[in-house]
């Protein structure tokens, strides 16, 4: 079936680039996407790829996609306290009445030390 | 903004006790999902339901049901709740139409505790 795998801590020193790592299995997923929570909070979208894409920019954000590889990666340059949440990968997939569905990953522990 | 919003940030129950795990949006979505967050397994999803009175099971339904009696409001019901029950429990939805594009929105989750 489906399966995301991200390693589960990452520890930088503030100022330095973060680069969170994902493997996911499903080949014909459209979109993929990183989330961010942040302690005690739900999840919120941080950005999100599209799958004809190999890279996208987002300010900060740099999201790489290497499709023959099925890896996807988060840079986060200039890293700050703030930052600083659990970040989760997430395929998309096409479930019952055509509902898309999300598989996730088991979510990156960022930790930025000042 | 869509606002996702659970019932109870923190709940404490007993074993054995039903539990009732509210969730309402308000952007007129029409799939909901209820996932449960436990570290260092991520999310993983209990139940879903793309319409009114439409479910699905999800990956872990054991030990859960669910109710979707109204489009904006998916609850999320425990049966008889168990120790193994206790963990973070997070409600979703999307928009349907059977988009290709899938962002979820997430409410801020509830912290069951069964004792």
């Known amino acids: 079936g489906e399966d995301v795998e991200q390693s589960l801590f990452l520890s930088v020193r503030e100022g330095d680039s973060s680069v969170i790592n994902c493997t996911y299995t499903?080949?014909?997923?459209?979109?993929l996407y990183w989330y961010k929570q942040e302690p005690g909070a739900g999840l919120q979208l941080l950005t999100y790829?599209?799958?004809?894409?190999d890279m996208k920019q987002d300010q900060r954000l740099t999201v790489l996609l290497n499709k023959k590889d099925k890896h996807l990666s988060l840079r986060i340059a200039d890293t700050q306290t703030g930052d600083s949440a659990i970040y989760f990968c997430?395929?998309?997939?096409?479930?019952?009445?055509?509902?898309?569905?999300?598989?996730f990953g088991q979510g990156t522990t960022l930790q930025v030390k000042p | 903004d869509v606002k996702v919003t659970q019932s109870s940030r923190y709940l404490v129950k007993r074993t054995g006790e039903k539990v009732f795990l509210e969730c309402v949006q308000d952007?007129?979505?029409?799939?909901m999902f209820w996932y449960r967050q436990d570290p260092g397994l991520g999310l993983r999803l209990i139940y879903f339901?793309?319409?009114?009175?439409?479910?699905e099971k999800g990956d872990i339904p054991e030990g859960y049901s669910v109710s979707r009696e109204k489009k904006e409001r998916f609850s999320l019901i425990l049966e008889s709740a168990s120790t193994n029950q206790t963990s973070m429990y997070l409600c979703?939805?999307?928009?349907?139409?059977?988009?290709?594009?899938?962002?979820?929105?997430f409410g801020p989750g509830t912290r069951l505790t069964v004792l």
């Open positions: 997430a395929e998309s997939i096409v479930g019952s009445g055509n509902t898309g569905k999300l598989i």
């Open positions: 952007m007129d979505h029409e799939n």
């Open positions: 790829i599209f799958s004809n894409m």
């Open positions: 499903d080949s014909s997923s459209t979109y």
């Open positions: 339901s793309y319409d009114v009175k439409m479910k």
């Open positions: 979703a939805s999307s928009p349907g139409g059977g988009t290709l594009y899938n962002e979820q929105f």
